[in-house]
Nanobody, 120 residues
């Protein structure tokens, strides 16, 4: 029903940039909000950035001014442009989507994750 396929992770030096992409084009379900989460070793998964179907965005304080989330509703994709990367950005990044087909009903969907490693 919903398939979220991430790409773009990798190894980058501190101060560098990476762009993550999440392709939900094969999904048959309309997604409302989409987001990127990350989970570093030994830490809980945390929200990085989110974007509503209307384009409203929200960012974690730690990435404000460095990361930009963007969404293409026509293509059903969401990207995360990451600039000025820091060592502490190292984590597995997960694409997330939520559908709300009716009042009080909510379904969460997750991608498989993509590793981002920032080196010194």
């Amino acid at each position: 029903q919903v398939q979220l396929v991430e790409s773009g992770g990798g190894l980058v030096q501190a101060g560098g940039s990476l762009r993550l992409s999440c392709d939900a084009s094969r999904s048959t379900v309309r997604l409302d909000a989409m987001a990127w989460y990350r989970q570093a070793p030994g830490k809980q998964r945390e929200l990085v950035a989110s974007v509503s179907s209307g384009g409203s965005t929200n960012y974690a304080d730690s990435v404000k001014g460095r990361f930009t989330i963007s969404r293409d509703n026509a293509k059903n994709t969401v990207d995360l442009q990451m600039n000025s990367l820091k060592l502490e950005d190292t984590a597995v990044y997960y694409c997330y989507g939520v559908s709300r087909p009716s009042l009080g009903v909510k379904f969460d969907y997750w991608g498989q994750g993509t590793q981002v490693t920032v080196s010194s």
